[in-house]
């Protein structure tokens, strides 16, 4: 059941920033990630000022994002002449500014209206014409939106084959994006969770819906949710489980209504009446089914009607009453011939046939003249390769000499360790080390990005962190982050350039006095984890970043302070360790590495590095490494 709730509550004081452009900007990036977890009038509302200010001061771009979130969201409130319109100015501009892969995505939205609407043949046509169109411009991402288009397309053809091949064409694309869209994954997991149900391949149909499920659970997605339980009555449905399936469609049916989705309230309406037919439960049925049909004359959706006629047909049939029977079956082949005759499916399979065998043909010709310059080609590549591995040789050699030797801290604490596994040969994350008299300062710190962007942050981190320590001599932790916080939005300029680097760092710093150690900690994004007599402890870090676009919400950093025993392990680390995923794509998570952390402290360091580096090894199994990992370990 969905719960009332204030939309209001959850906007951000988009008015504190001061920067008109970053302003917008950020409103946009609001409304595009909330579109569906936001109501639609409310995003329409939110995003309106900032539309205006766009047009204002000449920002294209703002005004471009505005317009496609405007035509989304009108799209699902059903105002279908507004939102074309809106998206039609969006593409425009969108294309004048080179902004092709928002351009791919507005054109998804304008096809499937076309579709919706029952212009399936013109909105095949849009589709297969924009793909050759960024065919053109090498535009392979762009080009995401496009395939999935497609893929529901082909089901809705009941080309279930071919749906299967546009939605995996989508899946290998959006997991090799530099702009990970978990949204769009998540609705390709859907779409083929659906075809397979509809091949009655349920074993497979739930494993995607249950994937999908997983999506729209972790990044909130409650239209993706709607979707996901329509799907799973289905399902339940198919296998002749009634009343699961009227609990999933029933689930399916108030997220829709609370959202007030019209299009696809229908379908949950239908489908709710579906369960009460089979129940012989005729007159809620009915019902039902003309409540949607009312919805489907008020947005004009001519295929949401002819299917509510046919079932009207079929119920006035079962409950005896022929005259209106024979009223709804003409009215369902009278307005189902206008959307999808015999020879426009005929055409629609021309249409695909076409584009797969010129897609073909060109892929032969670009082959070919890849041959042809290859041998050109080839020296040249070999030659800026060299360059290029030289530089980022010299640059790791830099990092190397940066970094504190494991000697120095050893020196300090005989039992410690450091596991170091950079994802290229260049490292995002870093370890620091300093001595100031009778206090140790020690950090694990994961900068933005990873390989060489990410070795330009830790470079600067690690700098700026050496010139704060000697200039104050003794400071607090959360001192040192308030300063670093600082430094770092001053050095990359970010409230002019809206520049969004930072870090997230685990702090600690050590005095050993008479047996006694007192710990100081200060965390930005990171916990402490440290066992002592036998039992896990954490200590929490402060919910901020050092740098980035939160300067302007920032407070100042918590100083921990903390009376430990000799021999305790403690543990800093990065979140490298716990994202690593595995051939399943799921990650080792923070609860399995607290685990582990807990069952090796009593060993000695040099076991417990092994111990960390075996698992890892194991559950990874060869999979591609995701992200940088550090995890220090002291026992004091």
Known sequence: MIKEKTPEENI???????????????????????????????????????????????????????????????????????????????????????????????????????????????????????????????????????????????????????????????????????????????????????????????????????????????????????????????????????????????????????????????????????????????????????EALEIANSIHSRTKIYQCHEKLAHLYELTQDYQQAYHHIQLFHQVRSEVMSEETDKKLNVLEANFAAQKAEQEKEIHRLKNVELKTAHEDIIKKNKEMLASIAYAQRIQKAMLPPLKEIQQVFPESFVLFKPRNIVSGDFYWFKQVGNTRFLAAVDCTGHGIPGAFMSMLGYSLLNEIVNEKQTPQPGEILDQLHQQIRKVLRQDQTHNKDGMDICLCSFTISQNCITLQFAGAKRSLYYVENLQFRELKGDRQNIGGLEGLHHTNFTTIDAKICAGTTLYLSTDGYSDTPNFKRKSFGQKRFKQLLQEIATESTRDQKRRLEETLAHFQQNVEQRDDILVIGVKV
């Open 12 to 290: 951000p004081d988009f008015d504190a920033i001061e920067d008109e452009v970053a302003r917008i900007d950020a409103v946009c990036l609001f409304c595009d990630r909330s579109r569906n977890t936001f109501p639609p009038q409310k995003s329409i509302e939110l995003a309106e000022q900032a539309y205006q200010l766009a047009q204002k001061i000449g920002y294209k771009k703002g005004e471009a994002s505005c317009l496609k979130g405007f035509g989304y969201q009108n799209w699902h409130l059903a105002n279908i002449e507004l939102a074309q319109k809106q998206l039609r100015e969006s593409r425009e501009i969108m294309a004048s500014l080179n902004y092709y892969y928002e351009w791919g995505e507005v054109c998804l939205i304008e096809a499937m209206i076309m579709w919706n609407r029952g212009d399936h043949e013109p909105a095949m046509n849009y589709v297969l014409d924009n793909i050759k169109f960024l065919d053109q411009r090498q535009e392979t991402q762009a080009q995401v939106w496009l395939y999935w288009t497609l893929g529901v397309y082909n089901y809705d053809l009941k080309n279930y084959d071919n749906s299967i091949k546009y939605y995996n064409q989508t899946l290998a694309i959006v997991r090799v994006m530099k702009r990970y869209n978990p949204d769009l994954e998540g609705w390709t997991l859907l779409g083929l969770g659906t075809v397979y149900r509809a091949k009655g391949l349920h074993q497979e149909a739930l494993q995607y819906l249950e994937e999908a499920k997983v999506f729209s659970k972790q990044y909130n997605q409650w239209m993706q949710a709607a979707r996901i339980h329509f799907e799973l009555g289905n399902l339940k449905l198919a296998q002749q489980q009634l009343e699961e399936a009227n609990e999933a469609y029933l689930e399916s049916y108030q997220i829709r209504k609370y959202y007030q989705l019209k299009p696809a309230l229908v379908s949950s309406l239908l489908s709710l009446a579906e369960v009460k037919t089979l129940q012989k439960q005729y007159p809620e049925a009915l019902t039902k089914v003309i």
